[in-house]
């Protein structure tokens, strides 16, 4: 069970975040309300959610899940690969230090590169996507740090997608959503895969919160798939952030 969530306010420098979709714009007026209907969702899913400031100096800042790793043993704070929002770390440093009492606040330090969209964690094991923001040195590093703490670790590669979360995510029960560059990994056999199909690759990026599995609205196929499953869905729309590249994990921590 999920206690908490960090969630960060949108910029009004939003749309000068890092994109590699041709979706145009984002309306920050649209943005602002469906960031606040992401954290009521979370509330309503029983969390305590903590609301950090908007930062105008970082238009990606809003996508906290990149910029820490949170379990129940520590925190790990990423060096993300992107130049523009190395910055982030900070805020989200300072603000857990202040505010949580965790044991032990790790860092994943240069040259590795981290994003923790890259991080999907599996009950004791952690999966870690090589990505175009996180290097082998970054998984390295994750992975001592994590082998530390008692948990397990394993490096998938990638090809495509931006993020590992991107197109593969644990819902429990053993179930993955898997876009097609996952699906046939071995590594992933021993779940069973939902496949996201072509046309709706964005909604691989599900989070399950408390027993509710979050997705992004307008998926009705994998809405369909998932009902037939007895999960309980809540959707929520996502069309802003889905122009910046970002998907509902990495808007939150959650721990
Ligand atoms: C970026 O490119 O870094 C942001 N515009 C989107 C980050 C999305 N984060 C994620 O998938 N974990």
Redesign the pocket.
């Known amino acids: 069970m999920f206690k908490s969530a960090i969630v960060k306010k949108p910029c009004k420098n939003f749309s000068k ?3 590699t979709s041709s979706l145009g714009l984002p309306d920050y007026q649209k943005v602002l309300e469906q960031h606040e209907n992401y954290i009521k969702t979370l509330r309503k899913c029983g969390l305590k959610v903590h609301i950090l400031e908007a930062d105008e100096e970082y238009p ?1 800042s809003t ?1 906290v ?2 910029i820490a790793i949170v379990n129940e043993k520590c925190v790990i704070i990423t060096n993300p690969g ?1 130049q523009s ?1 190395k910055g982030e770390v900070q805020a989200i440093f300072d603000f857990i230090k202040d505010e949580y009492n965790f044991e032990k606040i790790e860092r994943i330090e240069a040259p590795g590169t981290l ?3 890259d991080i999907m964690r599996i009950d004791k094991c952690y999966y870690i996507g090589l990505s175009s923001r996180t290097n082998q040195e970054g998984a390295d590093q994750l992975a001592k740090i994590l082998a530390f703490y008692g948990f397990r670790s394993q490096v998938v590669k990638m090809k495509e997608t ?2 590992l ?2 197109g593969l995510n644990y819902i429990g029960n053993k179930c993955l959503l898997s876009i097609d560059e996952f699906k046939n990994d071995p590594l992933f056999q021993e779940y069973d895969i939902i496949h996201v199909e072509k046309d709706e690759e964005y909604a691989a990026n599900c989070i399950i919160v408390n027993g509710n599995v979050i997705m992004p609205k307008g998926y009705n196929k994998l809405k369909e798939n998932l009902t037939k499953l007895n999960y309980i869905i809540i959707e929520l729309e996502m069309s802003e952030f889905k122009k ?4 509902l ?2 808007l939150s921590l959650r721990f």
């Open positions: 975040g890092l994109t990606d996508f899940e990149d992107a929002r994003d923790g969209g931006l993020h979360k991107s910046m590249d970002g998907g994990s990495c």
